[in-house]
């Protein structure tokens, strides 16, 4: 990169003014929003592109997964059961994980009706959409945030706000703010590999439909689809070159798989974005540690549970394996997974959300403040769901109170959460269904 620089300043026109402004709409981000909204504050969901959904349907990342369902918690129950009542998520089944006779909860959804969904489900909970709109900075006074920078159809322009929520998954918002982050790996560039998702079309229809897409809008269709995904080590997410040339090999890698496949195959389509599993990660007041993970830590404070596994996809080629990572294949990660799938969790405290330095800032998604071993569990769908509820929470009712976020009380939101979050069933009940049969969703 450059070292050189140019200077650009002007002053710009503030489009709007909000008391909660969620950057990011991915499951975090629409979580967030939703939740703000239904409890009482003027709330704005920003997302770079033309829909909401974020890595489910940019990256591609169909896939519903989960060790014991715990983690399912508030709103992905509420956005899971919309996506089946629209055929959008197939049924959930068991079935056994990579090299373990332990068992996994799996599913998968239509993209289009996950941006069909997320849009019902915002815009019922009164919060407003602003679609193609890319962060470009943050406006910080004596270390308070009051607003974001846009760059929209119109130009740049800017949204005051009382509250600002990091959805971004590489927190942008948090880096421009000043906001301390890390990488979670020293020495390193690139935390975790990157991948290219990509659906190929042509393959029949089998009795046990798992892996398939489930057609949204039909009764009962399936598609004849697959995912899969090409991946790539030693990529820097942050470099914005890198990451270009990263995605057109990856394409040209998949141009090549399937020149090779029979002529009934063919590819529907490759993700429009590069699958990132760790950027940033911002440095809050309360951090998950990676004992934290091991030793299934629960806190007072917790505003929700990760029971996912330490799912590390290794960024070199080194042998061998931390012993704590899922695919090491060691005695006391078995152990680990077998503690998992009898319903363990480890909570994510209050703390964990609300950055350092920066007042009136939250974060909530995949870059919460963790360690390497919990972000590589946290960073899940219906994770990065439950922590933006939290955030959405937090900012709706410490703005309500008069008092900052690192000044509310943690109880208040942790008492709030479970009393909400007790509304749904539990979908541990559903534990002991036989393997490889579909699961019916809680109703």
Known sequence: MSEKTYKYSRYIPVMAEYDVVVCGGGPAGCAAAITSARNGAKTLLIEKNGYLGGATVAQLVCVVLSTNGVDFQGIWHEWAKRLRAINAMAPIIRNSKFFSDCL???????????????????????????????????????????????????????????????????????????????????????????????????????????????????????????????????????????????????????????????????????????????????????????????????????????????????????????????????????????????????????GCLITKKVDNLLVAGRCISSSYLAQASLRIQQTCMATGEAAGLIAALSLSSGKTPREFDPVIVVRKLQEERQVEPAFSELAEVSPKLPITLPA
């Open 104 to 350: 996994w909860f799996r599913s998968s959804v239509d993209t289009e009706g996950v941006k069909r969904v997320w849009d019902d489900m915002v815009e019922e909970s009164g919060a407003d959409t602003l679609l193609l709109a890319h962060i470009c900075g943050a406006c910080v006074e004596d270390d308070r945030i009051t607003g974001v920078v846009l760059h929209t159809r119109a130009g740049l322009q800017a949204v005051h706000a009382n509250r600002v929520i990091d959805a971004t998954g590489n927190a942008d918002v948090c880096h421009d703010a000043g906001v301390p982050w890390d990488r979670g790996v020293t020495g390193k560039l690139w935390p975790q590999q990157v991948s290219l998702m990509f659906r190929a079309g042509g393959f029949p229809v089998p009795g046990n439909r798992n892996g398939l897409q489930p057609g949204f809008g039909g009764t009962g269709a399936y598609r004849p689809e697959k995912l899969n995904r090409i991946n790539q080590m030693r990529v820097d997410p942050l470099d914005p070159l890198a990451v270009s040339a990263t995605m057109r090999m990856a394409r040209r890698e998949i141009a090549g798989k399937m020149a090779k496949l029979p002529s009934e195959r063919y590819l529907v389509d490759t993700a429009s974005e590069l699958g990132v599993r760790t950027s940033r990660v911002v440095r809050g007041i309360a951090k998950v540690t990676d004992d934290d993970v091991w030793n299934f830590k629960k806190s007072d404070e917790g505003i929700a549970r990760s029971s996912w596994e330490i799912d590390i996809h290794p960024p070199d080629n080194d042998a061998p394996l931390p012993e704590r990572w899922l695919h090491s294949k060691s005695d006391s990660y078995a152990a680990f997974t077998r503690r998992l799938s009898r319903g363990e969790w480890f909570d994510i405290p209050y």
